[in-house]
């Protein structure tokens, strides 16, 4: 099958040609339609996360149709249009037992713990677990937009934070994952303040449903600028959408008393351990919740608000590529090109 490779960390991938996966019993074998290009895929070809070994094909956001079943799959079968979950339970530990599989503790992770889906064809481990069915009406590329950025913020955003309507929301980043919570927060009747230091990335913010933008490259003070733009109560609920040490503490301390922080951004590298203005996290009561990408049980809620209309992810899609262009924009996807998603479409 076509892959896209790199045998190195931070050097260039290349299309060549691969031994397709062969499935185990509880797996199943998809042929890729669709996927999107992440940033979290940057991170993987980086070198910043240890489950990434060489030679590797990335790719986690992905949809497609099963091609080949293991004998032990019962819910699903040859034929069926599928997604799944970026992050991959086993169905058997406590935190799947449990309803976690989104932190199993024996996690598999296309595009990670083993070879992805900027390929043919991508094998999914424990199907009946992690696997979702697509309705007729969602293409595969609207599908795929879903798989990483657009269901981590729906869970984020619904689950993690507790949005209602009326509250106030704050998205610290515009690029997918933020510009996806935008929608979400505003499909729930809440008040939307974004912040990005990208003019586009604003007005498409708008686009999606903010009230209220902040571009952080004008602004001294992002936090008190929240703050006294909510009458001097501070956001509801405050989520990092971008994973970097000044968005952390911004949207920590921009929050109301008694609110929550949501961080969803991957703080890497030299962005890794951010300080938390912690007495504020005491003096106000705030709470700080981690949110790490959303279990495949929990998908037909998203889902029925994408089939009645009330969330529209394919604005998000600024683009689609070959795989033979992915090799070429990946690298360059810590400086957030353009606005919206990147979906391969043509394998």
């Known amino acids: 099958m076509r892959a896209a490779l790199f045998e190195s960390f931070q050097k260039g991938l290349r299309v060549c040609n691969v031994d397709a996966p062969k499935s185990h019993p509880d797996s199943v074998i998809i042929k890729v339609e669709a996927?999107?290009?992440c940033r979290s895929d940057w991170h993987g070809w980086m070198g910043h996360d240890s489950d990434v070994q060489l030679p590797h094909v990335p790719g986690h956001e992905l949809a497609g149709v099963v091609e080949e079943t293991g004998n032990s799959v019962?819910?699903?079968?040859?034929?069926?249009?599928?997604?799944?979950?970026?992050?991959?339970?086993?169905?058997?530990?406590?935190?799947?037992?449990?309803?976690?599989?989104?932190i199993c503790d024996r996690y598999t992770q296309p595009g990670f713990t083993q070879w992805g889906a900027f390929?043919?064809?991508?094998?999914?481990?424990?199907?009946?677990?992690?696997?979702?069915?697509l309705p007729d009406s969602l293409s595969s590329v609207t599908a795929a937009s879903l798989g990483c950025r657009f269901a981590t913020s729906f869970r984020a955003i619904v689950f993690q934070g507790d949005v209602t309507a009326g509250d106030i929301v704050a998205i610290h980043g515009c690029g997918g994952v933020g510009l996806s919570a935008v929608m979400i927060a505003s499909a729930l009747g809440a008040r939307v303040v974004a912040v990005?230091?990208?003019?586009?990335?604003?007005?498409?913010?708008?686009?999606?449903?903010a009230d209220i933008t902040l571009n952080a490259a004008e602004c001294d003070n992002i936090a008190q600028a929240i703050i006294e733009l909510t009458g001097g109560r501070g956001a509801s609920m405050s989520m990092d959408a971008l994973g970097s040490r000044t968005t952390c503490y911004n949207s920590v301390a921009c929050l109301a008393k008694q609110g929550r922080h949501v961080q969803?951004?991957?703080?890497?590298?030299?962005?890794?351990?951010?300080?938390?203005?912690?007495?504020?996290?005491i003096g106000k009561e705030l709470k700080i919740?981690?949110?790490?990408?959303?279990?495949?049980?929990q998908?037909?809620?998203m889902l029925r608000m994408i089939e009645s209309r009330r969330l529209s992810p394919e604005k998000l899609i600024q683009r689609l590529a070959t795989l033979d262009e992915a090799c070429s924009i990946l690298p360059k996807m810590n400086s957030f090109p353009g606005q919206g998603v990147i979906v391969i479409d043509r394998f």
């Open 196 to 209: 990005d230091i990208d003019e586009a990335k604003l007005m498409f913010a708008k686009q999606c449903g």
């Open 299 to 301: 998908y037909p809620l």
């Open 35 to 37: 996927c999107g290009i």
């Open 119 to 133: 390929a043919e064809y991508v094998e999914i481990r424990h199907a009946d677990v992690n696997l979702v069915a």
């Open 264 to 281: 969803v951004g991957l703080t890497l590298g030299t962005d890794a351990d951010p300080p938390i203005p912690m007495s504020l996290v």
């Open 289 to 297: 919740i981690g949110s790490h990408g959303m279990q495949a049980f």
């Open 74 to 102: 019962r819910n699903f079968g040859s034929g069926q249009r599928v997604t799944v979950p970026f992050c991959c339970g086993c169905g058997t530990c406590i935190q799947c037992v449990g309803g976690n599989q989104q």
